[in-house]
């Protein structure tokens, strides 16, 4: 997927364009789940109930999943360090006017804003970095780029927690603000010209489901577990807050073992994806089932809470490392396209899981929420379990590729 370059394009500066990427990566994904670690301090300022500031993230997820095809196609002639660098701005300015947003549908619109520009970004991003150095190398920039999910969840989110527990919320959205201006300086530098290499028709997409079974059944795992997964995770803290009288360092504590477990999960999967795909992905599934029933069961205390997120994070990591993998081998030839669609259901299934949990949260309690999480993961599980081992089997990929998905 990498393109040969010519000799202006030295390694040093190739690398350090994919670090400019990554640390983009870190910043649109902490912007996207930040308020995660933040709904009770924003509901309080705003007046408003915790489930209806879960919609920072759902309308952040909306915009992400369902611009993606769109955008990408109508800017296919824009150079694309113009375009990231262009997206960076909006996601500097949007942190900067939700900091300042006197009122929650001021917030709302804002993070609608910036949820087309991280849609754009993951359609964009990795192959930027693929592009920065030789075809040998790409799989590996690939990599780094995407180790900046962990990264984000085990760094990015609790710090976002620390800050506003020191600060408050604004100051922390502000800090954000500054921290984007920096990528986006760091991108202008660091990444050189590249120019639109291809576009992906938006009709031919939306056409692949129809004509593929086996990526139409990854495509509805996918958004079940996601959907459960993120209904759940969202109301973490009121949930930890209201069963366990959690203060907010050990909210921080909690959702950095969980980035951890996210990271190990990544890792062990790495191992086992190429010697039984489907069993992995059922494994780390059924983890998230198992973890879901432990934080109801013992998650009272901070001890058996913090049990149940180290085990949810590790089967979060591995079933996230396995549905890129099964996109690939439903659709090996299509593969570019098929994760175009995979990021329209994955956003927009974290955006409705926010919005079904949000509702659950306000109307049966927080509780109900993790139940609804229980609910669609086991549903996930059992799709996978009934849709039989037939399908056409992943190609062993090399060291390079490994490291690839390892990191996703």
Known sequence: MGTPHGPAHSALR?????????????????????????????????????????????????????????????????????????LLAILTVGNCVTAVAPTFPLVL??????????????????????????????????AVVMS????????????????????????????????????????ATAVPSLPSANAVPVRDVFALPFRNVPLRVVLCTVVLFVLGHFGAYTFVRPFLEGNTSASPAFITVVLMVYGVGGAIGNFLAGHTVNRSLRGSFITGCAGLVVSLLLLLTIGHGQAGSIAALVLWGVSFGVVQLCQVNMTQTAAPDTFEAAMS???????????????FGGLFADHLGVTSVVWFGVALTAASLLLTLTTGRRGPRASAPSSGDEDLVASR
Not at 33 to 51: A, F, K
Not at 127 to 136: F, G, I, T, W, Y
Not at 347 to 352: D, G, K, Q, R, V
């Open 109 to 142: 619109t804002t993070r609608l804003v910036m949820g087309f520009a991280s849609g754009v970004f993951w359609a964009i991003g990795v192959s930027m970095a693929m592009r920065l150095v030789p075809e040998r190398q790409a799989s590996r920039a690939a």
């Open 341 to 355: 669609l995979n990021t329209m259901a994955y956003n927009t299934s974290i955006a409705l899981g926010a919005l």
């Open 148 to 187: 900046g999910i962990s990264i984000a969840a085990v760094v990015g989110i609790p710090l976002g927690t620390v800050l506003e527990s020191l600060t408050g919320w604004r100051t922390t959205f502000l800090i954000w603000s500054g921290l984007s201006a920096l990528v986006l300086l760091a991108v």
């Open 14 to 86: 190739g690398w350090l364009g994919v670090a400019a990427i990554t640390a983009s990566l870190f910043v649109f994904l902490t912007t996207e789940l930040m308020p995660v670690g933040l709904l009770t301090p924003v509901s309080s300022s705003l007046h408003i109930s915790v489930g209806v500031a879960g919609l920072m993230v759902t309308l952040y997820g909306v915009s992400a999943g369902l611009g993606v095809p769109f955008i990408v196609a109508w800017t296919r002639r824009v150079n694309r360090r113009v375009l990231l660098s262009t």
